[in-house]
C-alpha cells in the first residue's frame, strides 16, 4: 500500500521540513534522512528547533548553534538550536529597556505575555531563518533539513502587516500571544524571504510525520491543510512505527489496530505521496542506530533493568486521591496520551467509594458518554470549546471593529486563533465546573496550562479580559479559581508515555504548572507494552526499552507513578476497571 521511505531515492529539495506531533518521530526520521543522503556523498546540515530536542543524545556528540561535524558521517554537520534559551533571551531584550522605569506588576505582565508556546515557536523562526535566507549556507549544502517545521499560526503572525506596525505597542486589544512580534521589526525582510522560500515547491519539501493512530493522523491533516492554505503545498507523509510482522495475540492487536486507523486515512492526506517506516525496538542513539531505522538491519540494544521493585497501579493513585480529600483532579498531558479515559477511570474508582463525582472533558459529550456512563454517584458534564471560542471571537471582533483598521484586524482575528486565546475563550465556563467541588469531587480531563493561568492573573491582562467579555463584572467563579487551584484539594495527575518526547513534554507542562504555583504529585504512563508480557521479539524488546522512561519518571516523581499497559480494547464502562 505504501512506500518503505527510503530518501536517497526519493527527489528532495535542498530544503526539507519535518512537522508532526510531539513523540510520533520527527527527530528519528530527521537523524535519519540527514545520515542517509549523506551517505549518498551530499553535504547536508541538519538543524533541530525542538524545544524538546535530544539531538546531543541521538548523535553521542556535543551540538552547538552553529554546527558541528559529525566524524562518523562525512558530509553531515549538525546544529542544536535552543528555542527555549533564545525565547529567555528575546524576552530579556524586550522587557530590559522598561525595568526601573514601570511597576514591577507591569513589568510581570510584559514577561508572562512573552513566555508562552507561541513566542518560543517565534524564536526558533527566529533562529532557522538564518540559515534559511543565507546565501552562503544555501551554497555550502546540497540540502539543509529542519528537525521541527513551523506552524500555520507563527507563519501568519509573520505575514500580518499589523505584526511591523506601531500596533501592538499602543493597542489595548491585550494580545495574549502576538505581543512576542514587537521587538522583531529589524528582522522583517528576512522573516519575509524565509516565508517565501518556504512556498517555494521547487526548493522546500515538507515532511509530515505520523503514526499509524487516529490522533496523530487528524494533527497531520491539521498541520497540511493549515500549510497549504498558505502555499507551503509541497508535501510528502510518513507513516512512522508501523508493524510489519506479528506473531502473538498482543501483535495481532497492534496490527489490526493500525491498520483500522489507516483505513480511514483522510481524503486530504490520501493524495500525498505516502510512505512507511517499520516499528523499531530500540532507542534511536548513536550513529548504527541511525543508519538501521531507514535499512533493513535489525540490532539489538542494551537494556536498562528496572529500578523499583514494585510499580503502582492506578489504584493506588485512586486511593490516594480519596484519602486525601481532593476536590479537584486533572489528567493533564499532550493530545493522544490518553487524558479522557484515565480522568473517567479515576472517576469511576472514587464513585465506587462512595464519593459524588462530577466528570468534565472538553472532549465531545458523546465520545465521554462512549466511555462511561452517568450513575448516582456520577454527573458529567463537557465544555464545548468550539462554541467557546467561537463565542469568545465574536464578542471581541465586534468591539474590535468599532476603533480598529482592517490590518488591525486581521491581526487581532490571528491572535485568536492562538492556544493561549483558546484556553481563555474556555476558562469562565471552566470556572464554572470547578466551582462544583463546594459539593462534590470534580474530575477534568484538561485544563488551562500554567501560562495562561499566569497571563489571567497579571492583574493588568487579567481585567482587559474580563472587560472584554464581562462588562467589568468579576463572576465569583472566576475569582475564587487560582486560589483553589493553589491550594491542596487540587491535584494534577499528569499522563505521559515511555517514550522521549511525550517524557519530555511532560516535564515542561509540570515547569509551566510550578511557575503558577500549582503542584503535581502523580505521573501515570500510559499504554505501555512493559505489562503487556507480549512474546513477540520486537514488542518484547520494545518493552524492555520503555524501562530507561519508566525509571526517570519513578525517580523524577519519587515513585509517585503509575503504569498501565497498552491495550486494543475499547476502555469503556466496566471495562474501566481493568485499568486499577
Not at 497549504?228 to 510482522?245: D, R, Y
Request: charged fraction near 25%; charge should be negative; proline fraction near 3%.
Amino acid at each position: 500500500m505504501f512506500e518503505p521511505f527510503k530518501p536517497s531515492k526519493i527527489e528532495l529539495t535542498k530544503y526539507v521540513f519535518f512537522t508532526g506531533k510531539g513523540g510520533v518521530g520527527k527527530t528519528s526520521l530527521a537523524c535519519a534522512t540527514a545520515v542517509q543522503l549523506a551517505d549518498n556523498g551530499k553535504n547536508v546540515l541538519l538543524i533541530s528547533t525542538d524545544p524538546a530536542s535530544n539531538l546531543q543524545d541521538v548523535f553521542e556528540t556535543e551540538l552547538n548553534n552553529k554546527g558541528v561535524a559529525i566524524a562518523e558521517v562525512k558530509g553531515l554537520t549538525v546544529a542544536n538550536l535552543d528555542p527555549v534559551k533564545a525565547a529567555a533571551e528575546y524576552r530579556e531584550s524586550v522587557v530590559a529597556p522598561y525595568r526601573g522605569k514601570l511597576p514591577e506588576s507591569v513589568i510581570a505582565n510584559m514577561e508572562e505575555q512573552l513566555s508562552g508556546s507561541c513566542t518560543v515557536e517565534i524564536a526558533a523562526f527566529n533562529e532557522f531563518s538564518g540559515f534559511i535566507t543565507d546565501e552562503k549556507t544555501a551554497a555550502e549544502y546540497d540540502h539543509i533539513i529542519f528537525d521541527t517545521a513551523p506552524t500555520g499560526h507563527t507563519l501568519r503572525m509573520l505575514q500580518l502587516p499589523s505584526a511591523w506596525s506601531g500596533f501592538i505597542s499602543e493597542s489595548t486589544h491585550g494580545a495574549s500571544c502576538l505581543g512576542q512580534l514587537s521587538g522583531l521589526d529589524s528582522k522583517k525582510a528576512v522573516y519575509k524571504k524565509a516565508v517565501e522560500t518556504l512556498a517555494d515547491a521547487k526548493r522546500t519539501t515538507l515532511v509530515l510525520v505520523t503514526r499509524p493512530e487516529e490522533t496523530p493522523i487528524k494533527e497531520a491533516e491539521r498541520a497540511s491543510g493549515e500549510l497549504s492554505q498558505l502555499g507551503i503545498c509541497s508535501q510528502i507523509m510518513v507513516i512512522n512505527g508501523l508493524l510489519t510482522e506479528h506473531s502473538d495475540e498482543v501483535s495481532d492487536n497492534l496490527h489490526q489496530k493500525q491498520q483500522k486507523a489507516l483505513t480511514h486515512l483522510p481524503h486530504s492526506l490520501k493524495r500525498l505521496k505516502i510512505y512507511f517506516v517499520p516499528l523499531r525496538s530500540y532507542n534511536i542513539t548513536g550513529i548504527p542506530y541511525i543508519r538501521s531505522l531507514l535499512t533493513d538491519n535489525t540490532l539489538t540494544q542494551e537494556r536498562e533493568k528496572l529500578a523499583v521493585t514494585e510499580i503502582p497501579h492506578l489504584r493506588d493513585v485512586i486511593e490516594d486521591l480519596y484519602l486525601s480529600k481532593k476536590k479537584v483532579v486533572f489528567t493533564m498531558g499532550k493530545g493522544g496520551v490518553g487524558k479522557t479515559t484515565i480522568a473517567a477511570a479515576i472517576a469511576l474508582g472514587l464513585a465506587e467509594k462512595g464519593v459524588k463525582v462530577h466528570l468534565a472533558t472538553t472532549d465531545p459529550a458523546a465520545h465521554l458518554k462512549y466511555v462511561i456512563n452517568e450513575t448516582d454517584n456520577i454527573t458529567m458534564s463537557h465544555i464545548d470549546e468550539k462554541a467557546e471560542l467561537k463565542k469568545y471571537q465574536n464578542e471581541v471582533l465586534t468591539k474590535a471593529k468599532e476603533t480598529m483598521s482592517e490590518a488591525d484586524i486581521a491581526y487581532v482575528e490571528e491572535d485568536l486563533r492562538s492556544p493561549c486565546t483558546q484556553e481563555i475563550a474556555v476558562f469562565h465556563a471552566f470556572a464554572e465546573i470547578v466551582e462544583r467541588a463546594d459539593n462534590e469531587v470534580v474530575v477534568i480531563d484538561t485544563a488551562p496550562t500554567g501560562h495562561t493561568l499566569l497571563l489571567l492573573d497579571s492583574s493588568q491582562s487579567y481585567h482587559k479580559e474580563v472587560e472584554r467579555t464581562q462588562g467589568g463584572t468579576i463572576p465569583e467563579s472566576v475569582k475564587n479559581l487560582l486560589p483553589r487551584l493553589r491550594s491542596d484539594e487540587t491535584e494534577v495527575v499528569i499522563v505521559t508515555l515511555a517514550e522521549a518526547t511525550p517524557v519530555y513534554e511532560a516535564l515542561r507542562l509540570e515547569d509551566d504548572l510550578k511557575r503558577a504555583k500549582i503542584a503535581v504529585k502523580w505521573w501515570i504512563i500510559n499504554s505501555a507494552f512493559y505489562g503487556t508480557r507480549s512474546s513477540d521479539a520486537l514488542l518484547s524488546a520494545k518493552a524492555s526499552h520503555e524501562v530507561k522512561w519508566i525509571n526517570k519518571i519513578a525517580l523524577h516523581s519519587g515513585e509517585n507513578f503509575a503504569l498501565i499497559s497498552w491495550t486494543a480494547d475499547e476502555l469503556k464502562g466496566q471495562k474501566l476497571k481493568e485499568l486499577f
